[in-house]
């Protein structure tokens, strides 16, 4: 296990909706990286969270937002969902100073949206 | 969104033989990870490179990280049933907010 958690594991939602995904990140671990996976395709990155700020983003619409809080947890929000939002939804976590680059990734959350 | 030149696409062997792929990029990297993937579970991180020419193993696995920064390879040898799944690159270039760029994945599967 690599300590990243993931909430919810599954979720169906209806377009137009909005939706939240939790991220509990491991600990020692500063930065937490959002990526969208869709089916048969490697994922692509959302945007990173270091020390609560955006630290970067991907090709995504502002409707992709997120929050890291002090314990450097982070949620995923996403508002007006489409249709192609449908995919898994991947956290991973780093510790963004050290000189490993590793990234350590939950479970993941599968979205659909219908 | 970028992404790195995986191959190959997929794979079906025999148990027992050995796998080889590989990452090309048109960009440097400074790191290179490689992952495997069970269908609807995250990526597991399987061995991370971090010098130009390093060769690491875990395992039955070993990857490189290639002299000029623009390729690696994972070798399998030995396969077993449970080594089927999917086998991501993923390169980190330190300038670029240290996110991950990723393959399109090697499909594995394992005949016993």
């Known amino acids: 296990e690599t300590g990243v958690t993931q909430s919810p594991t599954h979720l169906i939602k209806t377009r137009g909706q909005q939706v939240t995904l939790r991220c509990s990140s491991q600990?020692?671990?500063?930065?937490v990286s959002w990526y969208q996976q869709a089916l048969g395709q490697g994922p692509q990155f959302i945007f990173q969270y270091y020390r609560e700020e955006e630290n970067g983003r991907g090709n995504f619409p502002p409707r992709f937002s997120g929050l890291q809080f002090p314990n450097y947890s982070s949620e995923l929000n996403v508002n007006a969902l489409e249709l192609d939002d449908s995919a898994l939804y991947l956290c991973?976590?780093?510790?963004?100073?050290?000189?490993?680059?590793?990234?350590?990734f939950g479970q993941g959350t599968r979205l659909t949206v219908v | 969104g970028q992404q790195l030149n995986q191959s190959p696409q997929s794979m079906f062997i025999q148990e027992g033989e050995d796998v080889s792929m590989n990452c090309t990029s048109s960009s440097i990297f400074n790191t290179w990870l490689w992952y495997k993937q069970d269908p609807g579970e995250g990526p597991v991180l399987l061995i991370a490179?971090?010098?130009a020419g390093e060769l690491t193993s875990n395992g039955r696995l070993t990857a490189q990280f290639g002299i000029t920064r623009k390729d690696s390879f994972l070798n399998i040898s030995a396969s077993i049933p449970s080594d089927v799944g999917i086998y991501f690159c993923?390169?980190?270039?330190?300038?670029?907010?240290?996110?991950?760029?990723w393959g399109l994945g090697t499909s594995l599967a394992v005949n016993p």
């Open positions: 991973a976590s780093s510790h963004a100073k050290g000189p490993n680059t590793e990234a350590f």
């Open positions: 600990s020692g671990h500063n930065t």
């Open positions: 490179l971090y010098k």
């Open positions: 993923a390169g980190v270039n330190a300038g670029n907010n240290r996110k991950l760029i």
